[in-house]
């Protein structure tokens, strides 16, 4: 069992909540975060891990291989779990330039400094979004040729490829997850579910994509986070794992889920343009990462949504914090046109069918 944890990316929304999760469940644990802390990556998300006395925060940059290189010399992990990313959909359509950079660059470094240190194995972090988009039937599965259709997917899947690459070319001990959508605390309120809640608790517009019906396999992150420990310490060198929620939902949905629990009307939605080259539908097949590694969601959408629900009311302080001037001015460019334009109350909208 792996005692000593590298986390790239530790300090984002799934870094923070594996983090925290490994320190208090194992006691034995060491964990450094290795962090660039973006506008994504918060010190304060970590707030108490250093009390653990098993903990340290590095700030530094994936693509800077001696920073890095210094950082597991002195850290001399058992494991590294690699979650850095650029991870923004819609940022990535801004501006693709920092995803080509973190994404691949960055994995290409990670990989190298893995391949110095003979005995080193990685779990590469990824995503369900290398597979494309889904018409209303089937699911991704483990193997399935790579159709990302976003700067920020086809980023990732290059990220996989080259770690697929490395460990075929130099036998490398590496590992890659693919997981559906997270929410959970700790999340950035420019992903969709944080957003709908501090827009529903300030009584603000709520904007949906288009009509609402892209589809989604919600995972509440604390069972993301169990997949990744589970891949990182068993998962085969070389294969690929999903993971998944088993919960299907279209975005309308999940906002209108969030609007009834916090008691707040319908006529806060607004449909608005819809995001370019919008993938469809998602859906994980699990089954390689139930038989071979244990692995289980465990957290129902509803008993998910009410443990988000709640931390997002208690944590306010900590939504001020990280909605900084960077973040609004992303918002700002995202949506205020959008809303201007859109501005059309919800309704009662007929889907349109779903198109691959
Ligand atoms: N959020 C999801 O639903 C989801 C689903 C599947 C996979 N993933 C993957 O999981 C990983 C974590 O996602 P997240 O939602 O926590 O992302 P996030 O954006 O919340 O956090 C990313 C973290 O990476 C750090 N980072 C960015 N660039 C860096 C760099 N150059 N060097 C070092 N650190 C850097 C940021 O400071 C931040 O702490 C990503 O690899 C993402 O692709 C996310």
């Known amino acids: 069992m792996a005692t000593r944890w590298f986390v790239t990316g530790g300090a984002g929304f799934i870094g923070a909540n594996f983090v925290r999760g490994l320190l208090a469940r194992r006691r034995d644990s060491h964990v450094t975060v290795y962090d660039a802390l973006t506008y994504a990556g918060h010190e304060i998300s970590l707030d108490g891990c250093t009390r653990t006395g098993r903990f340290a925060l590095v700030r530094g940059d994936v693509c800077d291989a001696d920073a890095l290189d210094a950082a597991l010399r002195d850290a001399s992990p058992d494991v590294i779990v690699h979650m850095a990313a650029e991870s923004h959909v819609d940022r990535s359509i801004h501006g693709p330039a920092p995803f080509l950079r973190t994404n691949v660059d960055g994995t290409f470094r990670v990989l190298e400094a893995v391949r110095a240190r003979p005995g080193l194995r990685v779990a590469v972090v990824s995503t369900d979004e290398v597979y494309g988009s889904l018409g209303p039937t089937g699911r ?14 086809a980023s990732k899947a290059a990220a996989d490829l080259l770690t697929l690459a490395y460990v075929h070319t130099y036998g490398l001990d590496a ?11 700790y999340q950035m309120p420019e992903k969709l579910i944080p957003l709908m809640i501090l827009s529903a608790l300030r009584d603000q517009p709520l904007p949906v994509y288009g009509d609402g019906m892209n589809v989604r396999d919600w995972i509440f992150v604390d069972d993301h986070c169990a997949g990744i420990e589970l891949a990182a310490e068993r998962g085969r060198a070389g294969r690929e794992y999903n993971f998944g929620g088993e919960c299907e939902k279209p975005n309308l949905e999940v906002v209108e889920t969030i609007l009834r629990k916090l008691d707040k009307p319908r006529s806060l939605i607004r449909f608005v343009t819809d995001r370019p080259g919008h993938d469809r539908r998602y859906a994980m097949d699990i089954a390689r990462a139930t038989e071979e590694l244990g692995f289980r969601p465990s957290v129902d959408f509803e008993t998910g949504m009410e443990r988000t629900l709640r931390w997002y009311q208690d944590n306010l302080d900590w939504c001020a914090a990280v909605e900084d001037e960077r973040h609004r001015t992303h918002m700002r460019a995202n949506y205020e046109r959008r809303l201007e334009a859109g501005a059309e109350p919800s309704a009662d909208r007929a889907a349109p069918e779903e198109t691959r």
């Open 175 to 185: 590992v890659i997850t693919r997981c559906s959508n997270n929410y959970g605390p």
């Open 140 to 153: 991704f599965v483990e193997g399935m040729p790579l159709a990302p259709s976003s700067p920020y997917s």
